[in-house]
């Protein structure tokens, strides 16, 4: 591009130089003025040339710098390329999360909206709960069927590993009746109550607003009423002393509540209720703890009906064994009654053969017209003799067999 602006400058000048010279030789023949004029002409074109030359020069730089940058700005473009690939796959990405936000805002919404109707139902059921076991028959009941439910899920037969509502009496004969008593190997048993108060929790519940503060000291009082009724139900049932109307029982009675929140509660409110429940000899049990300790129980059962059904074998076995050495003392008699049969008989046979056949085959052969020829067949003695026992189990030593036991 330079050289292009070059050839230009150079075409103009030569044009104008042409031009002065040639109107000097047509203005040759007016003298000196016209020479003098011609000079002065050359003279303004050299000054303009030079000052187009500067110009040009300064035109020139100017490109090439400006090429110069544009060259710099490619290379720095291409050195960004990488760059700019990066960021378009980091804005498709955050694209992308901003739409997945999107949905996942929408479903959290939905899911909101579902917990929200999901609350205000189970706070419908919480308030009509409330309202059933405000009758002391209806919320006794419950906790029967509760135990009844845990019972057979921990694999315990109804009326044989427990008794529902069996009624005794203690030492000073006032009648006791628990709700239900475990039975133990070795006849010992646990009773179990299950009449526990809680009202007051359930009333406590109704207060559930914890922006409220009357709502927050309302369940605050009646939770302390909670823990009040329980700790007295503690004490009734320390003072009824359940296990002196059974034979071999434990010395304590459990408590059965009904609810692992009704305990909860009740604890977090006072944690020392356990130690004061155990002072009085009562255990609080949940359904999930008296759960583990009836399957416990039900382990421990099997493992003592499967030791009786071990220690019947064993017994069989031995009695078994006893019964075999009898049959083994009468066998080992029967072989020795046959070994000596079959000494007499081959005694015998000797005697017949050396007897009786041998002048009855003479006779026979000497009187054959009024006998007749008549094989009398030969007598064989027994060579098969008995075997005796001969495990020291079976080896019987000359015993008589009216020593053996009755009935063997």
């Keep these: 591009m330079i050289e292009i602006v070059y050839v230009l400058v150079g075409a103009a000048l030569g044009a104008v130089a042409g031009y002065f010279v ?44 400006r090429q110069l940058k544009h060259n710099e700005e490619n290379a720095l ?14 804005q498709r990405k955050v694209a992308d999360i901003e739409k997945q936000r ?36 209806d919320r006794g009941k419950w906790g029967e069927i509760q ?25 000073a004969g006032i009648a006791i009746k628990p709700d239900m008593v475990v039975k133990l190997p070795g006849n010992r048993s646990i009773p179990v109550d299950s009449k526990v108060p809680f009202n007051a929790y359930l009333e406590a519940m109704s207060f559930d607003d914890m922006t ?7 369940r605050k009082r009646l939770l302390d009423k909670h823990v009040a009724d329980l700790r007295g139900h503690v004490r009734t049932l320390g003072t009824k002393k359940y296990w002196e109307g ?43 703890t008296l759960f583990a300790t009836l399957q416990a129980v039900a382990l421990t059962w099997q493992n003592t009906v499967d030791q009786e059904a071990l220690n019947s074998v064993i017994s069989l076995g031995k009695d078994l064994f006893a019964r075999l050495k009898v049959v083994a003392e009468h066998a080992n008699a029967v072989g020795k009654a046959l070994h000596s049969a079959g ?4 005694k015998f046979v000797s005697s017949m053969e050396r007897n009786l056949l041998t002048t009855a085959r003479e006779l026979n052969s000497k009187e054959q017209v009024q006998f007749g020829i008549t ?7 027994i060579e098969t003799q008995t075997n005796d026992f001969t495990k020291p189990e079976l080896a019987i030593e000359e015993t008589k067999l009216n020593d053996e036991p009755d009935g063997k």
Aim: aromatic share 4%.
């Design 22 to 65: 040639g109107s000097s030789r047509y203005k040759q023949g007016a003298g000196g003025d016209a020479a003098a004029e011609l000079g002065a002409r050359l003279a303004a074109a050299e000054a303009m040339a030079n000052e187009r030359l500067g110009q040009i020069a300064s035109l020139k730089a100017d490109i090439e710098n």
């Design 77 to 90: 473009l291409l050195k960004l390329k990488p760059v700019e690939t990066v960021l378009g796959e980091m």
């Design 102 to 137: 999107a949905d996942e805002l929408a479903a959290l919404q939905t899911s909101l909206k579902h917990q929200v109707d999901a609350t205000e139902k189970l706070r419908g059921q919480t308030s009509a709960l409330a309202k059933a076991m405000s009758n002391n028959q």
């Design 147 to 171: 135990l009844e439910r845990i019972v057979e899920a921990a694999g315990m037969m109804n009326r044989v590993d427990f008794i529902v509502q069996s009624s005794t009496t203690d030492a």
């Design 212 to 218: 409220n503060p009357e709502h927050v000291a309302n």
């Design 246 to 288: 059974f034979a071999n029982a434990a010395d304590y009675v459990v408590a059965f509540i009904p609810s692992e929140n009704l305990l909860g509660a009740a604890l977090e409110q006072d944690p020392s209720l356990g130690e004061f429940a155990i002072s009085n000899n009562v255990v609080l049990a949940t359904p999930m």
């Design 343 to 346: 000494e007499h008989y081959n």
């Design 375 to 381: 094989a009398i067949p030969e007598l064989r003695q």
